[in-house]
């Protein structure tokens, strides 16, 4: 079956359509989920949330541009909205803070390292890093995206990275 029949039997509300496009796309959505998520468990949680919203809101998809990507977005927006209503983002003080560069070229360090400190970043910290670094957004579109200022975004980034250089300089003395 072509994505365009899958499509249209899931505006159809057809539950086996619906497990295909759920096990062909699950994988994918998940590692956006984990990606801004915490944990496994709360990246599972916003995987169920965002197939929930995507059956939803199938019937909107027109079939301009990915769907994929559209269903990338629903995604992520899924995810981003659970830490708007947390209010992660209020920092009492936006001092500018030097932006911290992060050399990982001249060690091998493990992906599974780099994406553990990623995770293990204050929500806050984790989901502008992940926006802007991993994604290329701007920090206007983070700012719109999660309710912040331009500024608090680029403190927000700032500080991720100068948590993750330490991390990353701890990782290399260890091996030395």
């Avoid at 019937?59 to 947390?86: A, D």
């Avoid at 983002?89 to 500018?96: A, G, L, R, W």
Wanted: aromatic share 10%; charged share 35%; hydrophobic share 35%.
């Amino acid at each position: 079956m072509t994505l365009e029949e899958l499509i249209a039997r899931c505006k159809k509300q057809d539950a086996k359509a619906q497990e295909t496009l759920y096990r062909d796309y699950s994988r994918i959505l998940f590692g956006i989920c984990l990606k801004y998520s915490p944990n496994k468990a709360e990246a599972e949680d916003s995987l169920q949330d965002a197939f929930i919203t995507i059956f939803k809101r199938i019937e909107q998809f027109e079939g301009k541009g990915s769907f994929e990507g559209w269903m990338k977005r629903i995604t992520v927006n899924t995810v981003l909205q659970k830490y708007r209503k947390k209010k992660t983002f209020d920092i009492p003080n936006e001092q500018q803070i030097e932006d911290a560069d992060v050399d990982i070229e001249q060690t091998s360090i493990p992906l599974d390292y780099l994406l553990k400190i990623i995770q293990d970043l204050p929500d806050r910290y984790r989901l502008v890093f992940n926006l802007y670094v991993m994604d290329g957004y701007s920090h206007k579109e983070i700012g719109e995206m999660l309710g912040i200022s331009d500024g608090t975004s680029k403190s927000n980034l700032a500080r991720a990275r100068g948590i993750l250089k330490t991390k990353v300089e701890d990782y290399k003395e260890k091996l030395q």
